[in-house]
């Protein structure tokens, strides 16, 4: 099977993500070679974010942010970090500037709860992420996030898990094979102790397809729906991986399963055309 359709078969699964986790854009994410990487300007998007508020709104925010400077010791500062945030999460919808209060917030606070809630809150964006440069952003922050906190709790599975996959779905997903080797060293760590955490085996599966183990992959994904036949993550997955490896049967047999789980118009419409091109 050649690059491209290979590239357009892990495509689906980034509808899944889409569907899975409520988005409903349908930009389609480009794989390609590493480039190099776009920055991304936090502080600019919410200067120009604030530029579009209310004036009443905009007054209100800027007492909020008083908060922030005027806070004597570092508890204030905290309250008035999340203040700000929820101020952009709830009465704005605005998810960047309510990310960039929460992860300061919980830099400041350094506690195991706060960094690993704001690391989470990255990773599942950065998932479905299609801007590059926020890609890159929330990657980076979601790495970093993770390494804090495991420096405070270095045994944690759960944590190594989620660096590993800030990796994989962060530059590896982009083609980069070093993040990709990278997260899969830390899913290993975690493997070699527990085969059956399910969890890790996904993402090294992940790793796998991506960076065109697909043997690899296919045998993590096996293992996974055998365990969870209702995953259908791990079975989009597998029908990917059997795409990749050029067995349309499989394919299809997987993705016809994916549709029953999914039982969704929108993802079913999807396979169709990914079966369509199969042939």
Do not use: C
Not at 109 to 119: G, P, Q, V, W, Y
Not at 150 to 176: C, E, F, M, Q, W
């Amino acid at each position: 099977m050649n690059k491209q359709l290979i590239l357009a078969a892990f495509g689906l699964t980034l509808v899944i993500l889409l569907f899975i986790f409520g988005r409903t854009s349908e930009k389609k994410h480009k794989t390609s070679t590493p480039s190099i990487s776009k920055l991304f300007d936090i502080k600019g998007l919410i200067d120009s974010s604030k530029r579009k508020l209310s004036p009443s709104r905009a007054i209100y925010l800027s007492k909020l942010e008083n908060g922030i400077t005027r806070g004597d010791v570092p508890s204030q500062q905290i309250t008035a970090y999340n203040t700000v945030a929820n101020f952009w999460k709830d009465s704005i919808g605005v998810f960047e500037p309510y990310a960039y209060y929460t992860i300061e917030a919980a830099k400041l606070d350094n506690s195991e709860k706060t960094l690993t809630f704001a690391a989470r809150l990255m990773l599942d964006n950065l998932r479905h992420e299609q801007d590059e440069a926020k890609l890159n952003w929330e990657t980076k922050e979601a790495i970093d996030l993770f390494e804090r906190a495991l420096k405070l709790d270095p045994s944690n599975d759960d944590l190594k898990i989620g660096l590993g996959s800030a990796y994989v779905y962060g530059k590896g997903r982009t083609g980069n094979p070093e993040a990709t080797m990278k997260g899969i060293q830390q899913l290993l760590s975690v493997v070699r102790n527990d085969s059956n955490n399910m969890k890790a085996q996904l993402v090294l599966g992940v790793g796998g397809l991506i960076s065109g183990q697909y043997d690899k992959a296919l045998d993590r994904f096996k293992k996974i729906v055998l365990q969870e036949p209702a995953n259908l993550e791990a079975v989009a997955y597998l029908a990917d991986t059997y795409a990749a490896l050029g067995e349309r049967e499989n394919a299809v047999k997987w993705y016809n399963i994916s549709k029953q789980l999914a039982n969704n118009p929108r993802y079913s419409k999807e396979v169709d055309n990914r079966i369509s091109q199969l042939r």
